[in-house]
């Protein structure tokens, strides 16, 4: 057997963590079967249902195991002799761990369901591989979070990476899915190298590679030294949560995967490096300056922004998701920032809040992100298209689709009842807290700006699902494709359901959410208490602000039905459009160009927008037979940074290809004088 260590107080204790252990467990057993039925029916199109029944199955226990330990507040490690020269493979299953694999386990398991109706119709894919991959996904994400060393978390953080691009990369024959693979791997092993620098780079001095011991003894290390393995985390961690400038590869990955792999991709794997972020600046690395929380929190708000307004530039369903997630992502790292700033300010009340809001934030964006990530697979599927220009009229062919997409849309646009208004609500509280404690002029400043951004974020994210939602569901169908939608198959709108029944558990007690996050939150910030409030009533703790969404619900409700009564009593008149003398139909609609004209107009010094039109006449041009219309928007960073880093690098690479001659001699040439460099370096032949 493998040798045990337990911390916690008490009999329940124990039990929470042994039945911890054994759901943990079987949820590993149960990605390690669904790997290995993808790989043995994988000629069977029939059974392709099986793998993703294995990963449901094995997210179910990762959700139990994570509530089993949040609930009994203890920590519980595993041991196992491998690799042991290396420091061992080792797994710890503390508070902070725990809710991750809630995260982990609720997407997963709605994902997964979704998945047993959305393969069976997907077309230019192995689903054999597919299910692999899918379950070694779940598996390397599972394992990354409850990772005791280093050696265990950079593996299975590998293996989450390449899992993960073998599933954006799953449609062979389509070269914009290679070439958002070939970006995506890239990144992800920039961040890797990070890592790997920041991880063994200590443990010369410390002499190990274990967190615990990284947790005891980092805080120690020079300001200097902590201040490189801070920004080493932040890039290698930033990376793959798509933080601005970093986000590159996240609108073309993400459109390239399966729909329920890219619910995983941006509701969770996201997630899996704010983890790690957490876990090294909060667990291992102490109390640090002032301007590591500054640094975060304007990263926060660079990415907020940028994403939200990118996001509005966008047809594509799928790739407006992907930079939403990048928005959402920003809001989190403000959240992180203040914890920071209050850390470094000893003002444990707002470090508190601060944690609360981002931990908070990261399940709610987990829930309606792959709520609506789901919904556009439907949409995908239905209509063999993501440009919304080509969509239209689904409500009435989709209802149980729209109203799914409908849910996530106003969770994610911030609106009450829902989960995204209680996080963002928190956010804006802890960025209210920088001026309750005015420590200094910037503290008052920094979160004055932190929440005019944030207010920003928030009116732009629903101009923009306005248009999502609108242009997509509502009005006359665009083509024949949309014309002939049809409902999806009901185990892919229950996935859908799960996930949009929790946006409204998650919103309606945020108390009850706060209170099972307490464990978490003490994890990184010390054993602080949650916010007061009663069963129904959330309260900051900031300036006396409270929230309860109950209360605002039950209002909603009744200026609805008030609403409905006074319309129902008022005489209705029906006639028809006014065309100007012509007849209207689908192509008399707003349109998802239309619609985002205007911020195009507004933001034009950001978006530098390129437009061209050419019109064909042959007599006079008040006589056109033909007009072509082209329009884009330029990104700023791709064109300004990683633009020219790629043509440096391609230039490098073909002067270095000079090397190259193909002569045998000059071959041997290069290795007499690198014989002779070693030499001189060595002084073996003076």
């Known amino acids: 057997m493998f040798p045990l260590f337990f911390s916690g107080r008490g009999r329940k204790v124990a039990i929470f963590l042994k039945l911890a252990l054994t759901l943990l467990g079987l949820g590993l057993a149960g990605n390690l079967a669904g790997a290995a039925l993808s790989c043995a029916l994988r000629r069977l199109s029939s059974l392709s249902r099986w793998p993703s029944v294995a990963a449901g199955a094995a997210c179910l226990g990762y959700l139990a195991a994570g509530l089993a330990v949040l609930l009994g507040e203890g920590t519980h490690v595993v041991v196992l002799p491998m690799f042991h020269p290396l420091g061992g493979f080792s797994l710890s299953l503390d508070p902070l761990a725990a809710f991750f694999l809630c995260v982990i386990g609720l997407v997963g398991v709605a994902a997964s369901l979704f998945g047993q109706g959305y393969l069976r119709h997907l077309k230019g894919r192995d689903l054999g591989s597919v299910g692999a991959w899918y379950n070694l996904f779940l598996l390397s994400?599972?394992?990354?979070?409850?990772?005791?060393?280093?050696?265990?978390?950079?593996?299975?953080?590998?293996?989450m990476a390449l899992s993960s691009y073998f599933l954006v990369v799953s449609k062979k024959e389509d070269p914009a899915a290679r070439q958002a693979g070939f970006v995506y791997l890239v990144m992800a092993h920039l961040g890797t190298a990070c890592l790997v620098v920041l991880f063994l780079w200590p443990a010369a001095q410390i002499h190990s590679l274990a967190f615990a011991r990284m947790a005891i003894l980092w805080p120690g290390l020079p300001a200097g030294e902590k201040t490189i393995l801070f920004l080493l985390a932040l890039v290698g961690f930033g990376s793959k949560a798509g933080m601005v400038p970093l986000h590159v590869w996240l609108p073309r990955a993400h459109p390239a995967a399966p729909s329920q792999v890219s619910a995983l991709m941006s509701g969770v794997m996201l997630k899996v490096a704010i983890y790690g972020l957490l876990r090294v600046v909060f667990t291992f690395l102490g109390v640090g300056p002032v301007w590591w929380g500054l640094l975060v929190l304007g990263l926060g708000v660079v990415s907020a922004l940028l994403g939200v307004l990118y996001a509005l530039m966008e047809h594509d369903l799928k790739r407006l998701l992907a930079y939403h997630s990048v928005e959402n992502i920003g809001i989190i790292l403000m959240g992180v920032g203040v914890a920071l700033l209050a850390r470094s300010l000893h003002l444990p009340a707002l470090l508190m809040i601060g944690l609360l809001a981002a931990l908070y934030h990261i399940l709610n964006h987990a829930v309606f992100k792959g709520l609506l990530f789901l919904g556009s697979g439907s949409v995908a599927q239905a209509t063999g298209t993501g440009d919304m220009e080509k969509m239209g009229g689904l409500i009435h062919r989709m209802p149980w689709t729209a109203g799914g997409f409908l849910v996530?849309?106003?969770?994610?646009?911030?609106?009450?009842?829902?989960?995204?208004?209680?996080s963002e609500w928190l956010t804006f509280q802890a960025l209210f807290g920088l001026g309750y404690h005015p420590v200094a002029w910037w503290s008052g400043l920094a979160g004055t700006l932190g929440v005019a951004a944030l207010a920003l974020t928030g009116g732009l994210a629903a101009a923009c699902f306005i248009k999502a939602y609108g242009v997509t569901f509502l009005a006359l169908p665009r083509s024949r494709a949309a014309e002939k939608a049809?409902?999806?198959?009901?185990?892919m709108n229950l996935g859908a359901g799960i996930l949009a029944a929790s946006c409204f558990v998650l919103g309606l007690f945020p108390s009850r959410v706060a209170a099972v996050l307490r464990p978490a939150v003490a994890a990184l910030g010390g054993p602080h208490p949650p916010p007061p409030g009663s069963f129904f009533t959330?309260?900051?703790g900031m300036g006396g602000a409270s929230l309860s969404p109950l209360l605002l619900a039950a209002i909603l409700v009744v200026l609805l039905l008030a609403t409905r009564f006074w319309s129902g009593r008022m005489p209705e008149r029906l006639s028809a459009t006014w065309g100007c003398g012509g007849t209207l139909g689908a192509t008399s609609e707003y349109n998802a160009t239309s619609f985002a004209k205007p911020f195009r107009i507004a933001f034009a010094f950001l978006f530098r927008p390129v437009r061209e039109i050419n019109s064909g006449y042959e007599v006079s041009p008040f006589f056109r037979h033909s007009l072509h219309y082209r329009g884009e928007i330029r990104f700023l960073f791709e064109e300004y940074l990683y633009e020219p880093v790629r043509s440096f690098l391609l230039e490098l690479a073909d002067r270095f290809r000079q090397?190259?001659?193909?002569?045998?001699?000059?071959?041997?040439a290069y290795l007499f004088l690198t014989l002779l460099a070693l030499l001189a370096v060595n002084n073996k032949w003076l």
């Not at 049809?486 to 185990?491: F, G, L, M």
């Open 486 to 491: 049809a409902e999806v198959p009901r185990s």
């Open 659 to 668: 090397v190259q001659s193909g002569n045998l001699r000059t071959y041997l």
């Open 141 to 159: 994400m599972a394992l990354v979070v409850t990772g005791a060393n280093a050696v265990t978390f950079l593996f299975f953080w590998e293996g």
């Open 408 to 422: 996530g849309a106003a969770a994610i646009s911030a609106l009450p009842p829902l989960n995204g208004f209680a």
């Open 538 to 540: 959330l309260a900051s």
